[in-house]
């Protein structure tokens, strides 16, 4: 069973991911398969630079990620030619990462994505869970943690689905406004469930 882990910026999605591991889970990123299809020598890296020169190039050959953002949430056009040109190839590798990940001896595998509706990877899955905070949460946890304005995460936000969108598109729901034990508990829940249906 291929389990669907979302939520917008700043909900907790890889702190939730790290307890469902220690309860046995496997689990593949899709923001860590995002950076591995623009590493130097990627296609993908070679079409960016192309479109929007060293401006989102750091010396070392690597994407300056935070001048590209910078650009791509400013203009939708661009937002949607960068995903045209990523998204194929970040599907096709979560594909791979996800089939080696079956392969092993783990009750289900989670698939974790800001993006599982809005980038059609929802179809690669059995169940949905959304991780859900506040908006202003949201906004608070993801300055701390990025050192980004408010404006840019606003920005972020706009581009993802609304807190109410993913909430009904969910067939679960973990509450990762309060503390961390509260969290364990909700996973430890829901851990429980997906082993039942499979009677692992």
């Known amino acids: 069973m291929i389990i669907g882990l979302t939520g917008g910026i700043g909900s907790g999605k890889s702190t939730v991911a790290r307890a469902f591991e220690t309860l046995g889970a496997a689990?593949?990123?899709?923001?860590?398969?995002?950076r591995e299809v623009v590493l130097p020598g990627e296609p993908a890296l070679l079409a960016i630079k192309n479109r929007f020169g060293d401006q989102v190039m750091?010396?070392?050959?690597?994407?300056?990620r935070a001048a590209?953002?910078?650009?791509?949430?400013?203009?939708?056009?661009?937002?949607?030619w960068l995903e045209s040109v990523t998204h194929p190839r970040i599907r096709e590798r979560l594909l791979q990462h996800l089939e080696r990940l079956?392969?092993?001896?783990?009750?289900y595998v989670l698939l974790?994505?800001?993006l599982l509706f809005e980038s059609g990877q929802s179809a690669l899955v059995n169940r949905a869970v959304v991780v859900d905070v506040p908006k202003a949460l949201q906004l608070s946890r993801t300055q701390q943690r990025d050192g980004v304005s408010e404006s840019q995460v606003r920005a972020i936000l706009a581009a993802q689905l609304t807190r109410e969108q993913r909430l009904a598109k969910a067939d679960d729901v973990i509450d990762n406004s309060g503390d961390h034990a509260?969290?364990?508990?909700?996973?430890?829940?829901?851990?429980?469930?997906?082993?039942?249906?499979?009677?692992?």
């Not at 689990?27 to 995002?34: G, K, P």
């Not at 953002?69 to 203009?75: P, S, T």
């Not at 079956?102 to 009750?107: E, G, N, R, T, W």
């Open 58 to 64: 750091h010396q070392d050959g690597k994407l300056n």
């Open 68 to 80: 590209l953002r910078d650009i791509v949430f400013k203009d939708p056009e661009q937002r949607q």
């Open 182 to 200: 509260s969290m364990m508990v909700q996973v430890a829940q829901l851990d429980e469930c997906y082993r039942q249906q499979l009677n692992y």
């Open 112 to 114: 974790v994505s800001p």
């Open 27 to 34: 689990w593949v990123d899709a923001d860590d398969v995002a």
């Open 102 to 107: 079956k392969a092993q001896d783990a009750p």
